[in-house]
């Protein structure tokens, strides 16, 4: 049994991190506000706001076998790393593809140039979400001599995706309102692609590498599929045939339709520039060498489907509304 410290663990993944390693066996204890939702059931919850100067007095003493750090905020990364990795056997850093300066390259490795990190007098907001967790990276590697694992999340999925850009599809056909409005690839744009990695599947892999003593940094990506392929698989999950009403990805700029996230959007379509060729393309061969065990997509939309049975229609936070939809189709 290990004890493992997580700092964060009460917003989707952390919360999926503790589940695994509880129900591996292990002591979990969690450190957070409580803001973005409960501590879980079975850990031992530490409620401190990381802005408070003695935010890690609670753990800042004790033995820690893995240490996971989910922030994005680069002075609670220093913060915790000042208290508590003096005795933290391993540490576990949750970072980003969106370190990467960029992302024209398929297949791009764990090598090529991250962004330039976050200066330490400037502070954290949304659009610079790369640089901050760059700027995290390379505290961690400071503090730590370099003994430290770098997980270089590509997009999550799964249920309970809190943004929705995973959980549209399979959901839009599972509903059967009307006929679903879907890209098709009108132009001389490069081929789309999705790469989805089930949070729990990533939840499992931060564990057991971290708790096996890797270091240096690795992308933990999905398998990378045509996005044709992928909607194709999010109607198979749904088991229904809907009506399509092919959308050409031209138009999303005229019409206000935002690529990737958001409302009135059309989840993990990438933006129409070759400089996101790369994007959802990234090299999984490190990864997949260090014990990386991905479940088929066709799991991952299942379980979103059954984990909002019965479907209200609701909107989410990614993705057209009903009204959006009939907008779109009245002007085609
Ligand atoms: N979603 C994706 O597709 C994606 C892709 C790549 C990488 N990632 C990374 O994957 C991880 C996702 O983690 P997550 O789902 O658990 O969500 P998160 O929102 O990134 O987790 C942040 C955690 O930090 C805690 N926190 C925030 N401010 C705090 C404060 N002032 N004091 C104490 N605790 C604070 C939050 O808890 P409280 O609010 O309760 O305090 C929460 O538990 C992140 O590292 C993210 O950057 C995500």
Redesign the pocket.
Known sequence: MANILI?????????TLAQAATSAGHSVTC???????DFPVAASGVV????SPD?YAAVAGREWDLVVE????PS?AHGALAAVSERARNWVF?????VYAGHSTPEADEDTPRLDPLGRDERYTPEVYGEA?SACEIATLAARDSAALLIR????GGPGDP?GRTTYWPLRAADVRGPVVTPSDDGPHYPQHVQIIDVRDLASFILNAGLAGRTGAVNAVGAALPLCEALNTAREAANTNPQLAEYPLSRMADDGVSPWSGPRSLPLVLPLDPDYAGFARRSDARALAWGLVRRPLLETFRDIIAAEEPWTGRQLGAGLSAGDEAELLAAS
């Open positions: 700092l964060g663990g009460t917003a989707w993944l952390g919360r450190l957070a506000r409580g803001a973005s939702g401190v706001d990381r802005d935010a989910l922030t994005r905020i609670h949750v970072s980003s593809c969106s967790k999340a590509g997009l999550i943004t």
